[in-house]
């Protein structure tokens, strides 16, 4: 009788702990966006796994980190997150890379403006990549050989 008796005490404290640990997972009460000027907000979230009262995953996190690199419009990103009483609040502090506001034309002389605008296959407001910018100036160099 007594060994049964701490067979069900047994049971109900294990069962106790399984369902308070089920219970007690930290969740995720808010997701935010800081730093971004020309990507909008709306675009990033989408990028993010974790949504606000699903349960908190260091892994989804860092899915997301990878997400929004793949995008190649950030050059950092930092996920600030702050324990409040109903959860974690999650901050995505992301930094753009810059981008090209304008392009200009000076000191050609032997060439007419159009045959080097032909070879330039970069445009206004596109992100700096610093190897396209090489490769277009070695074609220029090219038209003047």
């Known amino acids: 009788m007594w ?11 294990l069962l106790l ?17 800081k730093g971004n000027q020309r990507v909008e907000t709306e675009a990033i979230l989408n990028q993010i796994e974790t949504k606000p009262g699903s349960p908190y995953s260091p892994q989804k996190v860092r899915n997301s980190i990878v997400n929004l ?8 990103i930092i996920v600030d997150s702050q324990e409040t ?5 999650l901050t995505y502090d992301v930094q753009e890379k ?16 159009t ?7 970069i445009e206004s407001y596109s992100i700096l990549d610093l190897n396209k910018i090489k490769s277009v100036r070695e074609k220029i160099v090219k038209l003047y050989e």
């Open 17 to 33: 702990c399984f369902f308070s640990s089920a219970y007690s997972e930290t969740m995720v009460v808010a997701v935010k966006v």
């Open 85 to 89: 009483v109903r959860g974690i609040s």
């Open 69 to 76: 690199y793949k995008l190649g419009l950030f050059d950092n």
């Open 3 to 13: 060994f049964r008796l701490q067979s069900i005490l047994l049971s109900i404290f």
């Open 98 to 113: 810059p981008s090209i506001s304008k392009i200009g034309y000076e000191g050609y002389k032997k060439l007419d403006l």
């Open 115 to 121: 045959d080097i605008r032909n070879v330039v296959d």
